[in-house]
């Protein structure tokens, strides 16, 4: 079976500072390993995947994600953040067994303060 | 790129009655197409995994009489609540793969947000 940990409901910066978001990861199987953003009211929008190749896998809007097996994390991060990056996100696994159903972290809200 | 559309973004409806949301792959086809909900400020939960063409597959404890899925097209799947109750207010989302492999990640629609009223 598969789980993921975000281990910050909330996570607060100023503009312009970098951005932390934690996961960790439990998988059985080879993962791939998702990070999802998702503004209010809205569906959710990849920012990026890992799918065993890169460790390091860049993303959109300046996100970028190191995958690490020796300590199950792939913790998101942003060098400088934009007020337009507050929204939540969600760190996802998916395996290969049946359906490759994904399964949700609880999701981290980054507030962004000027 | 992979579109997923959602129709209605919201709807209100009476206790008791039925709603239909429609999920659509718009340049696409996907012989699987997932369905979640999701409780405010909560994650999402898979409801259950619409397959084209047979019966859905439901997650333990989403009632199957109450949450009717018809996947009858390879590019559209349907979640019909059938008498809502204000317990059902939710927000729900659908999903759907263009290689049929989670593993190289899901596209989204963009929900929606029912109130039973």
């Known amino acids: 079976a598969q789980s993921v940990t975000q281990l910050d409901s909330h996570v607060s910066v100023s503009e312009g500072t970098p951005v932390l978001l934690r996961c960790n990861y439990s998988?059985?199987?080879?993962?791939?390993l998702f990070w999802y953003v998702q503004h209010p009211n809205k569906g959710l929008q990849l920012l990026l995947k890992y799918t065993s190749a890169a460790t390091l896998v860049k993303g959109i809007n300046g996100f970028e994600a190191e995958f690490k097996k020796s300590e199950t994390s792939f913790h998101l991060t942003k060098p400088s953040a934009h007020m337009s990056d507050a929204a939540e996100y969600f760190c996802v696994v998916s395996g290969y067994t049946g359906f490759q159903k994904l399964v949700f972290g609880t999701g981290t809200r980054l507030l962004v303060s000027p | 790129g992979a579109v997923v559309s959602q129709h209605p973004s919201r709807v209100i409806c009476k206790s008791g009655t039925s709603v239909k949301i429609e999920c659509r792959s718009l340049d696409f086809q996907a012989t699987t197409m997932f369905w979640y909900r999701q409780f405010p400020k909560q994650s999402l939960m898979l409801m259950a995994t619409?397959?084209?063409?047979?019966?859905?597959?439901?997650e333990q404890g989403v009632e199957k009489d109450k949450f009717l899925i018809n996947h009858a097209s390879l590019t559209l799947s349907t979640l019909t609540v059938t008498s809502a109750h204000p317990e059902d207010s939710s927000f729900y989302i659908c999903?759907?793969?263009?290689?049929?492999?989670?593993?190289?990640?899901?596209?989204f629609g963009s929900g929606t947000r029912l109130t039973v009223v």
């Open positions: 999903s759907a793969s263009p290689s049929g492999q989670g593993g190289y990640g899901y596209t």
């Open positions: 619409s397959n084209e063409g047979s019966k859905a597959t439901y």
């Open positions: 998988s059985s199987y080879s993962p791939s």
